[in-house]
């Protein structure tokens, strides 16, 4: 059976970092059959076609192997006829892989067909041949070859089927390795590398190659291979060269004696390692088996490697390098190794002496396996998006969650869960469960899905809320207000605070509370924690649920929470009744005191103004005496006899003043004894424009002198001054007498001006008036033949007719004389019953 290896067994990644880079290939080493021919001879010489492997070995035998290294039956096998002395130098097949082309030191180049002998061919030329190159058309069936030794010779069946040499060209010592691909056959001497045209049977030119220092060119195999027909790779030492074949300009062509191809070197560059065998991987890459030139600290060879190199013009860059285990490989030199291709394929045959590794470019699977071992997740799933592969993108990302886990990447792991899972149930509470033997469950929190369409079973979102409750309150509290309360089971959440409530966070605690009561529509129990806080969110509450009837037993609490907002629902009588309001604020008399002042600006005939004057009377006196006079809704005998106890003087006048009679005149002596105010007496006097009360005053004023002159401005046009003055006795003295009695005359021959004016004024709008109605009756009024006299309905003037006598009123109407004078006797208007002012004369 073929082995499978890992990487990291048959090769070691080189990295300037020391970084592990994703490998370019994957190995594998050949067994089964190959392996028992290994444990008695070694390999010299391979050659690999896409059907097959043919090895050459050191007792030179020839062997048949499939791909997969097990022997395969063919002439090969049956017959001794077809191997050799010595070691095989070199072997070709040909395309079809029918014909097989081997040489050896021991002189002989045999061509064999591996399974007809029909074209096989055995020559022996009694000197070391090292190369041989069967023809690459598919139609030639091996009818010519090339053998190389001091010469070159091409061999070519005639119409006779018998082999004709012919002699291509002399070799500068002998020949290495040929390579024939088309009409050019490539091939190594000692002093370098020729291309040879068999169309134009001449050499292309010689590329000359640089010996080694203290080393023989011909101590190296040169390796040599078509690219395509056009394209010839040449590695040789540590020097790869890369050549096309083109047709020669114009400019270059100008010489008869040039051959039309030119070989032009494109690139070339040097590597680090000898050179033991190279292929194509794409347009400027390069696979290279590679020999390393420094020894182990043992002075024994270092591990063989194959890299990637990268080409330009003239610089190359190495992608990657990977060293290689092969059995035995310490005690190889650079010639023991060599490559082989299946370039369709993409796999490179590694060739030792003892042992021989396939290695393939590596698949998406296998790039997958690698990354996903080496942790590099992002790159996996990135390669499965964009490739496929077996493996899903879902499963490496799951792997990728338990990775971050590892590294207590919490938060990034909670990311990928919310990008991978989608809306997947089952997978969203298996990676929860991973998050809960971290407890981690806070880091995840606020990617859980909690829509309809992927909600989880409640118990998932209980122990999120639970390690919030336990570790973080603030977090625990934002996920109350933003999860749907459905998620979880309220009742378990609120029995849990409970249980797990702490003094340092009853704030945070109180308001989950309040918002999980409110979840469960115990919404009594929500605004007593509002309450609590002092939270003003309780008035959101009672008008988003219409708590009016809750709010019953907690009116103080809310009032003393925010006044305003309070009473903005409080004063509205369709919500809550103000009795209730009334009664539940009954022993908090502050309180009841700002209700009713609130309550009287939105409901003016509300029961409770006899109770607003006491308590006008205690918190804000200011309002009271306007209070009193705008409304009529409290007992007036009650309020007095609140002002009589709090000695309220202009409130006791005012209520005193509107029960009138004696009460009246017992304001006044208020006004007079109590207040000393003498204006506002005489206010009070011109108010109730009582004569008792106009005696009242005029005798107590009498009674102090310097009262008398203001009494006496202030009774102008109310009482007769004589009243005043008759009351003062002689010889008493009153302060400012004279300008009081100065005042009072000027005030009446003012009057009496005033009145004689308006009478002038009343005469003159009279006659002006007169004039106006006398013009206005005598004007002319407009009548048309098209008039109709309103009693018989025809014209009011008609031609020789003794209806041509007609009345006009003013309001428009025309009759006929005759007419209206047997209706009617009055003078009015039969229509509009209006009096004519002034009847037309008879025409």
């Given at each position: 059976?073929?082995?499978?290896?890992?990487?990291?067994?048959?090769?070691?990644?080189?990295?300037?970092?020391?970084?592990?880079?994703?490998?370019?290939?994957?190995?594998?080493?050949?067994?089964?059959?190959?392996?028992?021919?290994?444990?008695?001879?070694?390999?010299?010489?391979?050659?690999?076609?896409?059907?097959?492997?043919?090895?050459?070995?050191?007792?030179?035998?020839?062997?048949?192997?499939?791909?997969?290294?097990?022997?395969?039956?063919?002439?090969?096998?049956?017959?001794?006829?077809?191997?050799?002395?010595?070691?095989?130098?070199?072997?070709?097949?040909?395309?079809?892989?029918?014909?097989?082309?081997?040489?050896?030191?021991?002189?002989?180049?045999?061509?064999?067909?591996?399974?007809?002998?029909?074209?096989?061919?055995?020559?022996?030329?009694?000197?070391?041949?090292?190369?041989?190159?069967?023809?690459?058309?598919?139609?030639?069936?091996?009818?010519?070859?090339?053998?190389?030794?001091?010469?070159?010779?091409?061999?070519?069946?005639?119409?006779?089927?018998?082999?004709?040499?012919?002699?291509?060209?002399?070799?500068?010592?002998?020949?290495?390795?040929?390579?024939?691909?088309?009409?050019?056959?490539?091939?190594?001497?000692?002093?370098?590398?020729?291309?040879?045209?068999?169309?134009?049977?001449?050499?292309?030119?010689?590329?000359?190659?640089?010996?080694?220092?203290?080393?023989?060119?011909?101590?190296?195999?040169?390796?040599?291979?078509?690219?395509?027909?056009?394209?010839?790779?040449?590695?040789?030492?540590?020097?790869?060269?890369?050549?096309?074949?083109?047709?020669?300009?114009?400019?270059?062509?100008?010489?008869?004696?040039?051959?039309?191809?030119?070989?032009?070197?494109?690139?070339?560059?040097?590597?680090?390692?000898?050179?033991?065998?190279?292929?194509?991987?794409?347009?400027?890459?390069?696979?290279?088996?590679?020999?390393?030139?420094?020894?182990?600290?043992?002075?024994?060879?270092?591990?063989?490697?194959?890299?990637?190199?990268?080409?330009?013009?003239?610089?190359?860059?190495?992608?990657?390098?990977?060293?290689?285990?092969?059995?035995?490989?310490?005690?190889?030199?650079?010639?023991?190794?060599?490559?082989?291709?299946?370039?369709?394929?993409?796999?490179?045959?590694?060739?030792?002496?003892?042992?021989?590794?396939?290695?393939?470019?590596?698949?998406?699977?296998?790039?997958?396996?690698?990354?996903?071992?080496?942790?590099?997740?992002?790159?996996?799933?990135?390669?499965?998006?964009?490739?496929?592969?077996?493996?899903?993108?879902?499963?490496?990302?799951?792997?990728?969650?338990?990775?971050?886990?590892?590294?207590?990447?919490?938060?990034?792991?909670?990311?990928?869960?919310?990008?991978?899972?989608?809306?997947?149930?089952?997978?969203?509470?298996?990676?929860?469960?991973?998050?809960?033997?971290?407890?981690?469950?806070?880091?995840?929190?606020?990617?859980?899905?909690?829509?309809?369409?992927?909600?989880?079973?409640?118990?998932?979102?209980?122990?999120?809320?639970?390690?919030?409750?336990?570790?973080?309150?603030?977090?625990?509290?934002?996920?109350?207000?933003?999860?749907?309360?459905?998620?979880?089971?309220?009742?378990?959440?609120?029995?849990?605070?409970?249980?797990?409530?702490?003094?340092?966070?009853?704030?945070?605690?109180?308001?989950?509370?309040?918002?999980?009561?409110?979840?469960?529509?115990?919404?009594?129990?929500?605004?007593?924690?509002?309450?609590?806080?002092?939270?003003?969110?309780?008035?959101?509450?009672?008008?988003?649920?219409?708590?009016?009837?809750?709010?019953?037993?907690?009116?103080?609490?809310?009032?003393q929470l925010d006044r305003e907002r309070a009473f903005e629902i409080l004063l509205d009588k369709d919500k809550i009744k103000s009795e209730l309001v009334v009664?539940?604020?009954?022993?908090?008399?502050?309180?009841?005191?700002?209700?009713?002042?609130?309550?009287?600006?939105?409901?003016?005939?509300?029961?409770?103004?006899?109770?607003?004057?006491?308590?006008?009377?205690?918190?804000?006196?200011?309002?009271?005496?306007?209070?009193?006079?705008?409304?009529?809704?409290?007992?007036?005998?009650?309020?007095?006899?609140?002002?009589?106890?709090?000695?309220?003087?202009?409130?006791?006048?005012?209520?005193?003043?509107?029960?009138?009679?004696?009460?009246?005149?017992?304001?006044?002596?208020?006004?007079?004894?109590?207040?000393?105010?003498?204006?506002?007496?005489?206010?009070?006097?011109?108010?109730?424009?009582?004569?008792?009360?106009?005696?009242?005053?005029?005798?107590?004023?009498?009674?102090?002198?310097?009262?008398?002159?203001?009494?006496?401005?202030?009774?102008?046009?109310?009482?007769?001054?004589?009243?005043?003055?008759?009351?003062?006795?002689?010889?008493?003295?009153?302060?400012?007498?004279?300008?009081?009695?100065?005042?009072?005359?000027?005030?009446?021959?003012?009057?009496?001006?005033?009145?004689?004016?308006?009478?002038?004024?009343?005469?003159?709008?009279?006659?002006?008036?007169?004039?106006?109605?006398?013009?206005?009756q005598r004007r002319g009024q407009q009548v048309s033949c098209e008039q109709l006299c309103l009693l018989c309905y025809r014209p009011v003037l008609m031609k020789?007719?003794?209806?041509?006598?007609?009345?006009?009123?003013?309001?428009?109407?025309?009759?006929?004389?005759?007419?209206?004078?047997?209706?009617?006797?009055?003078?009015?208007?039969?229509?509009?019953?209006?009096?004519?002012?002034?009847?037309?004369?008879?025409?």
């Amino acid at each position: 059976m073929a082995e499978f290896l890992s990487t990291s067994s048959v090769s070691g990644t080189e990295n300037r970092e020391d970084e592990e880079v994703e490998p370019k290939f994957k190995y594998q080493r050949l067994a089964n059959d190959l392996k028992n021919i290994l444990n008695t001879d070694v390999v010299t010489s391979t050659a690999v076609h896409f059907k097959f492997l043919i090895l050459g070995t050191f007792r030179g035998r020839v062997h048949l192997l499939d791909h997969q290294g097990n022997s395969v039956n063919s002439n090969l096998s049956n017959s001794e006829r077809y191997t050799h002395q010595v070691a095989v130098n070199q072997i070709d097949v040909d395309p079809k892989g029918e014909y097989v082309a081997t040489c050896s030191d021991d002189g002989k180049v045999n061509i064999t067909g591996l399974f007809s002998c029909e074209n096989n061919q055995n020559l022996s030329f009694g000197k070391f041949i090292k190369a041989v190159a069967v023809d690459p058309e598919l139609r030639s069936r091996t009818r010519r070859f090339i053998v190389g030794h001091d010469k070159l010779i091409l061999y070519e069946r005639n119409l006779l089927n018998k082999l004709k040499p012919i002699e291509l060209c002399l070799v500068e010592g002998n020949v290495l390795t040929i390579r024939w691909h088309g009409s050019l056959v490539a091939w190594a001497s000692h002093l370098g590398v020729r291309v040879y045209d068999l169309n134009e049977k001449c050499s292309l030119g010689l590329m000359k190659w640089e010996a080694p220092t203290q080393e023989r060119l011909e101590n190296f195999r040169c390796h040599l291979l078509w690219s395509n027909k056009h394209t010839l790779l040449i590695g040789w030492v540590d020097t790869i060269r890369i050549c096309v074949i083109r047709k020669r300009n114009l400019i270059e062509a100008s010489s008869s004696n040039l051959p039309s191809y030119i070989v032009d070197p494109v690139s070339t560059f040097q590597t680090t390692f000898y050179i033991c065998g190279l292929a194509p991987l794409n347009t400027n890459q390069l696979v290279v088996l590679g020999y390393r030139k420094e020894k182990s600290e043992s002075f024994k060879a270092q591990r063989p490697v194959l890299c990637v190199i990268e080409y330009k013009k003239d610089s190359s860059e190495e992608i990657c390098t990977d060293s290689l285990t092969l059995r035995g490989f310490e005690e190889y030199t650079v010639n023991d190794y060599s490559l082989g291709s299946i370039v369709e394929d993409n796999r490179f045959y590694i060739v030792a002496p003892k042992d021989i590794v396939v290695a393939s470019l590596i698949e998406t699977d296998d790039r997958i396996e690698w990354l996903i071992k080496h942790s590099k997740f992002e790159e996996a799933m990135e390669l499965i998006a964009t490739h496929g592969g077996s493996v899903s993108v879902l499963s490496v990302a799951r792997l990728y969650i338990n990775h971050l886990l590892t590294l207590k990447q919490y938060e990034d792991a909670a990311k990928l869960c919310l990008q991978m899972l989608g809306n997947n149930k089952i997978l969203w509470e298996e990676e929860v469960f991973k998050f809960v033997k971290c407890q981690q469950l806070r880091s995840v929190s606020a990617y859980l899905p909690t829509s309809d369409d992927c909600k989880l079973d409640a118990h998932v979102y209980e122990m999120v809320l639970y390690e919030f409750l336990k570790f973080d309150v603030n977090g625990f509290l934002n996920l109350i207000k933003e999860w749907p309360s459905h998620l979880y089971d309220g009742l378990a959440v609120i029995n849990a605070i409970h249980d797990n409530f702490r003094k340092q966070h009853a704030k945070q605690m109180l308001e989950s509370l309040a918002l999980l009561y409110s979840y469960q529509g115990d919404y009594e129990s929500a605004l007593r924690m509002y309450l609590k806080l002092q939270n003003k969110d309780v008035f959101k509450l009672i008008k988003r649920y219409q708590l009016y009837d809750v709010i019953s037993k907690l009116i103080i609490p809310l009032i003393q929470l925010d006044r305003e907002r309070a009473f903005e629902i409080l004063l509205d009588k369709d919500k809550i009744k103000s009795e209730l309001v009334v009664h539940q604020l009954e022993h908090s008399k502050e309180y009841l005191y700002w209700y009713l002042d609130s309550l009287i600006k939105v409901d003016s005939r509300n029961m409770f103004q006899n109770k607003l004057v006491s308590l006008y009377a205690k918190y804000d006196r200011k309002k009271l005496l306007p209070f009193l006079r705008r409304s009529k809704d409290y007992v007036i005998q009650d309020a007095l006899a609140i002002c009589k106890r709090e000695g309220f003087y202009p409130e006791m006048v005012y209520l005193l003043g509107c029960m009138g009679g004696v009460e009246a005149a017992e304001a006044l002596n208020i006004i007079i004894h109590s207040m000393n105010d003498i204006e506002m007496a005489i206010d009070f006097c011109k108010e109730h424009d009582d004569n008792d009360l106009w005696n009242l005053l005029i005798n107590e004023s009498a009674k102090q002198p310097e009262t008398v002159s203001k009494v006496l401005d202030g009774i102008v046009d109310y009482v007769n001054p004589e009243v005043v003055v008759s009351r003062i006795r002689t010889g008493q003295i009153i302060p400012n007498l004279r300008k009081s009695l100065i005042k009072m005359l000027w005030h009446y021959s003012i009057q009496e001006e005033i009145s004689f004016a308006a009478q002038q004024i009343q005469l003159e709008d009279y006659f002006d008036t007169h004039s106006e109605v006398v013009a206005l009756q005598r004007r002319g009024q407009q009548v048309s033949c098209e008039q109709l006299c309103l009693l018989c309905y025809r014209p009011v003037l008609m031609k020789n007719s003794g209806f041509n006598c007609i009345i006009g009123f003013k309001c428009g109407h025309i009759y006929h004389e005759p007419c209206i004078e047997a209706v009617i006797s009055d003078r009015h208007c039969s229509e509009c019953r209006m009096r004519s002012v002034d009847p037309t004369e008879k025409e």
